[in-house]
């Protein structure tokens, strides 16, 4: 075939390249890009289109803005059954931690997916990855964290390699085995971080199931030496590293995890200076949550401030999972990041694409619109990219090209 039947040429649109710097989106208006089936070949304006491109057809977008697909950052999509009765146990005054250290929480959901087969779970999950792709989501991490043992934590790593392939959407996997603590281990947290650090890291990282390893450092979870544990392994394996880290107390994960060389910290609200200074020098994304911190009704929001004095990129996800952050919506957290924890518009949108592509370790890929990175691209029916943080509740029309 001849190389020039493999290029499309997109025109008639307007740009939010996300290679603006942290004043802009990088905007380029009445412009084109050049792409082949994978990649973008040449992007400016319709003006400048080189010589050589002109005489290939072209497809008209008639005047909408182009984005990056956006990039989910941290997801807990995997999962069988849900947690309502909690939430109204919530509604009526009782705490996350509460109902955690009553036997619900995350254990509710682990007892929910060991139950289910693998084709269960993807069943289950599809629906919501369906969703995610309606709202201009093209990649997304998924991380597994629901079986807490090494068959089951596998299971869910393998449902979601399987729906990216039935979706054709990039997924991301992280191994969250250190999640909490399961039933069969209580009162052994030390002999069940042996088990994880020994035996499923090991086996998990022979079978390639997970791009990275994430922990949740935490009061009701993990301690800052357990979590160290993992993550020297992790390291050792060549497995990158990430953290659940000072959502509901301040733990110090997020200062040792950075200076590890974690490509991320997610959650965030109790950071200190000193996390958040090393996260800055490790160059480790900030992945603020505000689903999580609506839905869960907190008050004390992500240090956005120390993180911008600092220069910490910051990324948004929807933290989609059944009990504290049940969204599926990129656009609903855009707006709640400018709403609840005070970012502008140009670095919420920086979070769902180029920031998010960051703490994925695939900054050079995806998350851009530029020569050389992957040409997944979104339409939208806007007046300009702010309008993406704008609205609440419902999506602007949006077309994948």
Avoid at 13 to 23: E, P, V
Wanted: proline share 4%; glycine share 8%; net charge negative.
């Amino acid at each position: 075939m001849d190389l020039d039947q493999k290029l499309q040429v997109l025109t008639n649109c307007h740009l939010a390249t996300m290679r603006g710097g942290a004043a802009g989106f990088g905007k380029v208006k009445n412009a084109t890009i050049v792409r082949d089936n994978a990649n973008i070949i040449w992007v400016g304006c319709a003006k400048e289109l080189p010589q050589q491109y002109q005489n290939l057809s072209q497809t008209d977008l008639e005047q909408r803005w182009v984005l990056p697909a956006f990039v989910d950052c941290h997801t807990h999509l995997i999962y069988a059954g849900n947690r309502i009765a909690e939430f109204e146990q919530r509604l009526n005054g009782a705490s996350y931690e509460q109902i955690a250290k009553a036997g619900g929480g995350i254990i509710s959901t682990v007892k929910a997916t060991r139950s289910a087969t693998e084709s269960e779970l993807i069943t289950q999950s599809l629906p919501r990855l369906q969703q995610m792709q309606q709202f201009g989501t093209g990649t997304i991490e998924i991380k597994s964290g629901y079986g807490l043992t090494i068959e089951d934590e596998i299971k869910m790593l393998r449902a979601a390699r399987d729906l990216g392939r039935i979706e054709g959407v990039r997924v991301s996997t992280s191994l969250l085995g250190a999640h909490a603590l399961p039933p069969e281990f209580i009162g052994q947290s030390d002999a069940y971080i042996d088990m994880v650090v020994e035996e499923m890291l090991p086996k998990i990282a022979v079978l390639g199931l997970a791009d990275a390893v994430d922990v949740f450092c935490e009061n009701i979870a993990f301690s800052l030496e357990q979590t160290k544990r993992v993550f020297e392994k992790s390291v050792t394996l060549g497995l990158p590293i990430r953290l659940h880290g000072e959502q509901l107390s301040n733990s110090h994960g997020c200062q040792m995890a950075a200076e590890m060389g974690a490509l991320s910290c997610d959650h965030l609200e109790y950071l200190d200076e000193a996390g958040a200074k090393a996260m800055a020098d490790a160059g480790t994304v900030a992945v603020l949550l505000p689903g999580a911190f609506y839905f869960l009704k907190e008050t004390k929001t992500p240090p956005v401030n120390l993180l911008r004095k600092h220069g910490v990129a910051m990324a948004i996800a929807t933290d989609c999972n059944p009990g504290s952050s049940p969204t599926t919506s990129l656009p609903l957290m855009l707006s709640m990041a400018v709403t609840f924890f005070g970012l502008t518009p140009d670095e919420a949108l920086a979070g769902v694409t180029r920031n998010a592509a960051k703490a994925l370790g695939l900054g050079q890929q995806i998350g851009q619109i530029a020569p050389g990175f992957t040409a997944d691209l979104v339409a939208w029916d806007i007046n300009s990219p702010a309008e993406l943080c704008y609205g609440f509740g419902a999506c602007p029309l949006n077309e994948r090209v």
